[in-house]
């Protein structure tokens, strides 16, 4: 089982934790490593294995035409913690007091998440709330906006160039429109596009993110591949993982951020030493065969290897289930619209009900018309 970001992010937490014994569990940072015992008590330790970090993408010469870029979400698609300071007013029997206290108590909440991004929330710390979501997955998605949106705006005078989901990044426009100038709607998913897009630019930044206090995004390691120069919030991992190779260039605060980017643009033969260095530690230790090495002397008996070439396979789910009518899925449509209106108190049964009793008055009083 290759480690995601944090528990919160787990599917199937129960049923991994009846079988703890069954899975081996390669890790990406030390921080997941370190807090594996308290996630799964049982688990084998033998069995609990650093990973790292591993990248296919190779330098290639081309014209540097962007000067900063940035690849990633800005991680506000997610709605939860919006809905439900929205829906509060409308709890029947909360005075304004009252809905001030929640609000006061979700940012207290917040400040001890940012200072221990691990931590259990629980339901009775944030009363009402009903979120798609885990809270503590609503909570790691805000602080990691409200970081990188901050981070990004010190930067989008410099020819800053942004690659993401249009989705997320189009709500910007609302806050910071030279920002939103930045966003480019050209996607950036397959190698191929990262490899261009990396190449392509001088410096690309790696960016906070709201649980991640040790490890860094896989995205870390392209760059680093890359002709471009990394430009990271600090990283304990990435300062190890680097050490003997290169002093990679780190900030601890927006103004720094800002403060090196003019500088690594204005200076071309650093930014050509910190590449070059950059390069030969992801050969040194960042490419994928040993790694696969590691994970068949991990758990024995499996071969990653073969002389054959592969081949892969793209299966389409679509053909294996049974399509819905339309009239199914609008039915589900307005059972879930009803649902919510129930949950935040905005109607009432009886409101329903009169609906319901007036639709189908109106259906039989076309039909008879039409008879």
Not at 190 to 201: F, P
Not at 288 to 297: A, G, N
Request: charged share 25%; glycine share 4%.
């Amino acid at each position: 089982m290759f480690r995601c970001r944090f528990l919160c992010f787990f599917s199937n937490k129960e049923q991994i934790k009846k079988c703890p014994d069954r899975y081996y569990f390669f890790n990406f940072s030390n921080d997941t490593y370190s807090t594996l015992a308290s996630w799964f008590p049982e688990a084998i330790p033998a069995r609990n294995i650093i990973f790292g970090h591993a990248t296919d993408l190779r330098s290639v010469k081309t014209e540097q035409d962007i000067p900063i870029s940035f690849v990633g979400s800005m991680g506000n698609w997610n709605k939860d913690i919006v809905e439900y300071f929205r829906k509060i007013p409308h709890i029947r029997g909360l005075s304004f007091d009252e809905q001030n206290a929640l609000k006061d108590n979700f940012l207290n909440l917040l400040r001890r998440f940012r200072n221990d991004p691990f931590m259990k929330i629980q339901k009775e710390d944030i009363p009402h709330m009903k979120g798609r979501f885990p809270m503590e997955v609503s909570l790691i998605h805000l602080i990691t906006c409200l970081e990188r949106f901050k981070s990004l705006s010190a930067m989008s005078d410099l020819g800053l160039s942004l690659y993401g989901y249009p989705y997320a990044y189009s709500e910007i426009v609302l806050y910071d429109e030279k920002l939103f100038g930045c966003f480019d709607f050209t996607p950036s998913v397959t190698l191929q596009d990262s490899t261009r897009l990396y190449n392509r630019s001088k410096v690309s930044l790696n960016l906070p993110h709201g649980h991640a206090r040790e490890g860094f995004s896989w995205r870390v390691c392209d760059i680093l591949a890359s002709n471009a120069v990394l430009l990271s919030c600090k990283q304990p991992d990435l300062v190890g993982l680097s050490k003997g190779y290169v002093k990679l260039p780190m900030f601890e605060s927006n103004a720094e951020a800002r403060e090196m980017a003019i500088k690594l643009l204005k200076d071309k033969k650093w930014r050509e030493d910190l590449s070059a260095a950059s390069q030969q530690m992801i050969e040194d230790k960042c490419r994928f065969e040993p790694k696969f090495r590691l994970v068949e002397e991990s758990i024995g008996g499996l071969s990653l290897f073969s002389e054959k070439p592969g081949k892969t396979e793209w299966l389409d789910g679509t053909k294996y289930l049974t399509p819905l009518s339309p009239h199914v899925i609008k039915g589900l449509h307005l059972t879930r619209n009803v649902l919510v209106e129930l949950l935040y108190r905005e109607t009432t049964v009886k409101n329903i009900l009169d609906r319901i009793s007036s639709k189908i008055t109106k259906r039989i009083s076309h039909r008879v018309n039409r008879g």
